[in-house]
């Protein structure tokens, strides 16, 4: 089982940058690929970036793309979202989230296909 903990949220002006941490538990976490979802109230749960377990492989939607970047350390358990150039619609609960994948090397694009989710960290952008 891993156990994921999102830090990092707050309240930052249009344009500005945040960066997003999250701590996995476990000594597995190298087999999982990660993920960085979303959620604004009354919109549905949407991925923003998703990385392999070596990290040879990412993937950003077209509307974070250029201005949100996913790294990940495999000794530290920990995988982070670099947010730039942030706008007010970025606004949401940002969740980690974690994918067993001990036999898959590409990054999981599929919101239901992950196995564990952090809490969530608020993310707002004042205009």
């Known amino acids: 089982q891993v156990q994921l903990v999102e830090s990092g949220g707050g309240l930052v002006q249009a344009g500005g940058s945040l960066r997003l941490s999250c701590a996995a538990s476990?000594?597995?976490?190298?087999?999982?690929?990660m993920g960085w979802f979303r959620q604004a109230p009354g919109k549905e749960r949407e991925l923003v970036a998703a990385?392999?377990?070596?990290?040879?492989?990412?993937y950003y939607p077209d509307s974070v793309k250029g201005r949100f970047t996913i790294s990940r350390d495999n000794a530290k358990n920990t995988v982070d979202l670099q947010m730039n150039t942030l706008k007010p619609e970025d606004t949401a609960v940002y969740y980690c989230?974690?994918?067993?994948?001990?036999?898959?090397?590409?990054?999981?694009?599929?919101?239901?296909?992950?196995?564990?989710w952090g809490q969530g960290t608020q993310v707002t952008v004042s205009s």
């Open positions: 476990g000594r597995t976490f190298s087999s999982y690929a």
């Open positions: 989230a974690a994918k067993a994948a001990t036999d898959y090397t590409g990054y999981v694009s599929t919101g239901p296909l992950y196995d564990y």
């Open positions: 990385i392999s377990r070596n990290s040879n492989n990412k």
